[in-house]
């Protein structure tokens, strides 16, 4: 990777992460139908940062429309805003977020920002005219009230007042704004806060910073030993100055008002030794740099398990060799868990951007709805949320569109007028359930019948359908339709292709719904697709590998007269009151088995997301830790076993092994 394309990585990154907070920002401006000071303050400042960076890119056409709202959001900030303002201001500013998005996708695709802004630029522009022209800017100043500037207190008894000076390394980039981070993490510790420069975003506050650094004022009650800690967790600083000056220099402070040229008059307190190499407790990496750790660490454990398991080694019997075994599995397995944690982020970002799907479609169909968010705080591998985003989008597009009804239809049946989509996620074993559910129609269970036998998707009587497999047609392909014959029509657009998008992440959907209700979409995703915990069984002479999390209990049957058969011909035993089917494993896949007889073989109970179930196999051979390699589609497609087959994995011994899909056996 160039130089370039690595500061490119790093202004997509830092922009894309800008413009989802000032999404945020404006959906909270929204509910409240207002801004306040401190979110005028807030999106002026991620505005011009978004400027900065894109003027330092050349990008000019983004560059234009950001500077033109930050001129907006600019003069709100000087003047009061009035209540009526905030859906223009929104809707213009949600329009700009999205132009720009579009640019920076052009971006990524290796190609150039060269759409034409100019026409919501020009937007921009004409409302910022229709504010500074009228007479509202004279009547606002005049109730504006007073401002009272900038002091430091009175010498109270137990306030302190710190200098400090921070200086960043050379390569950080946008060293104003990172100045002005550091001032907001410490607003809450503190009275008041003053800097030199005084105005940290001024036109040439950036070059002075990035120059010479920036001096802090701290009048404070704290002590200074967290205050000097709260400093140095900010990022890239190079060197930071730091002490406590006595209260005879508060009162020449206050005189001089000079607050970039303060010096000590008496003794200083020095809070901690000056640091010139403040060492850094985070630092962003590049994700391939990630994937191909993961990848090594794969192969390390395949390594492990090919030397430690291999026949002739084991054949010696060494006792230091088993020693030195368990040391280097146990070293492994920790680095396991550090790779994988280090990839592991909160899908609070991902259920976030449904808010605004929400907004809009609320606003382009005319109804009302809130979006409840639950455990955003569940953490999925990074390449797994990358692919989430998309299937999410569309299952909410679908309830905002097919499912909740207008605010007039919900009060005549007795509904709240604004509709709730809960976005809810949940760990579950090995597993994250991410459910999406609405509380308007739910799905109209005889419709989507009538419309799956008319294309030929029901292969069985109608009659001995149940209801999860009637609603299950949603996922069909060919099923949708853009008729908009019926109040369910439209119900499952491109549901399909969700269904496909979950499954490539090795999960797994379910629905559920009660007319009239609502209705709910139930995804079980892997927390990573790279390494997992088996069990390894045989059936004639191959090895399979089942999820140990999905494993019960394993057993031979202690009375074979618990087994029997349903009219159909499907073996079933009972358990300690319950009955669970039996699936035979070389039926599956048409292989000769060693064991036929239930009492020389062993059933393992399997709990599915969707039912329990038994699997007969000729023996356990033992745990394995598993390498998840991606099977091609096109094997799987030839074998007819694209939903039985997770993945696959190599042995100790070299050989493949298939990694088995418990979810989709039996279906």
Do not use: W
Not at 116 to 130: A, C, E, P
Not at 361 to 376: C, D, R, V, Y
Request: hydrophobic content about 40%.
């Amino acid at each position: 990777m160039s130089a370039n394309d690595s500061i490119l990585d790093v202004y997509l990154y830092e922009n894309g992460q800008l413009l989802d907070n000032l999404e945020s920002l404006l959906l909270t401006c929204e509910k409240n139908s207002s801004f306040t000071a401190d979110q005028i303050g807030d999106i002026f400042r991620i505005l011009h940062t978004i400027k900065g960076s894109s003027a330092m890119m050349n990008f000019d056409n983004i560059t234009e429309l950001s500077h033109a709202l930050e001129d907006l959001f600019g003069f709100l900030r000087e003047h009061q805003a009035r209540k009526r303002d905030y859906r223009k201001i929104s809707d213009l500013v949600f329009s700009s977020v999205d132009a720009i998005k579009s640019e920076f996708a052009k971006i990524q695709t290796s190609g150039l920002p060269d759409g034409d802004l100019s026409h919501i630029t020009g937007k921009v522009h004409d409302f910022y005219k229709i504010l500074t022209s009228s007479d509202r800017v004279q009547k606002e100043e005049e109730t504006a009230g007073d401002k009272t500037p900038f002091a430091f207190a009175s010498d109270e008894p137990g306030m302190h007042l710190y200098k400090a000076h921070v200086k960043f390394h050379k390569d950080s980039k946008m060293e104003n704004i990172r100045a002005l981070g550091v001032v907001k993490s410490l607003e809450s510790l503190c009275r008041s806060i003053q800097t030199v420069p005084a105005d940290l975003l001024g036109e040439h506050s950036d070059d002075e910073i990035t120059a010479n650094g920036f001096d802090l004022f701290i009048e404070s009650d704290q002590p200074a030993s967290v205050i000097h800690s709260k400093i140095k967790e900010a990022f890239f600083i190079s060197e930071l100055h730091f002490e406590e000056i006595e209260k005879t220099e508060k009162a020449e402070k206050r005189a001089s008002g000079k607050s970039a040229e303060a010096k000590a008059a008496g003794s200083a307190v020095q809070a901690s030794d000056s640091s010139h190499n403040i060492k850094q407790n985070y630092m962003s990496v590049n994700l391939s740099k990630l994937d191909a750790l993961m990848d090594i660490v794969g192969e390390i454990v395949i390594t492990e398990s090919t030397v430690t398991k291999n026949p002739e080694v084991l054949k010696l019997n060494l006792d230091s060799f088993e020693k030195a075994s368990r040391q280097l599995r146990k070293l492994t397995d920790e680095l396991q868990d550090i790779v994988m944690a280090i990839r592991m982020i909160p899908v609070s970002a991902t259920f976030h951007k449904m808010e605004r799907i929400v907004r809009d479609m609320a606003n382009k169909f005319g109804k009302q709805a809130e979006l409840i968010i639950i455990g955003e705080d569940t953490e999925l591998d990074k390449n797994v949320i990358d692919n989430l985003s998309d299937p999410l989008m569309h299952i909410i597009r679908n309830s905002m569109d097919h499912g909740l009804e207008t605010p007039e239809e919900r009060e005549k049946l007795g509904k709240n007028p604004t509709g709730r989509i809960t976005l809810e996620a949940h760990n579950s074993g090995s597993d994250v359930l991410i459910s999406v559910s609405d509380d308007g129609r739910g799905l109209n269970r005889e419709a989507i019948l009538d419309k799956g036998v008319k294309k030929g998707l029901v292969k069985k009587n109608p009659a001995d359908m149940s209801d999860k497999e009637i609603y299950s047609l949603i996922f069909a392909p060919g099923f949708s339709t853009k008729e908009q014959v019926t109040e369910f029509s439209g119900r499952g657009v491109g549901m399909d292709v969700v269904q496909q998008n979950i499954h490539k992440l090795g999960g797994s959907l379910e629905v559920e719904s009660k007319p009239g209700q609502g209705m709910t979409v139930q995804i079980r995703i892997p927390l990573t697709l790279a390494i997992i915990e088996g069990m390894q069984v045989s059936v004639g002479n191959s090895i399979f590998i089942l999820p140990l999390l999905s494993i019960k209990e394993a057993f031979k049957p202690k009375n074979i007269h618990d087994i029997a058969k349903d009219p159909d011909g499907n073996e079933m035993i009972t358990m300690r009151g319950s009955c669970y089917p039996i699936l035979r494993l070389h039926k599956v896949f048409n292989i000769e088995p060693k064991a036929t007889s239930f009492e020389d073989g062993i059933l393992v109970l399997l709990e599915t997301q969707t039912m329990t179930y038994c699997l007969f196999v000729d023996e356990l051979i033992g745990e394995q830790q598993t390498v998840v390699k991606p099977l091609p589609i096109y094997i799987a497609n030839i074998l007819g076993l694209s939903k039985s087959i997770a993945g696959c994995t190599i042995l100790g011994d070299g050989s493949v092994s298939l990694i088995l899909d418990v979810n989709g056996l039996m279906s």
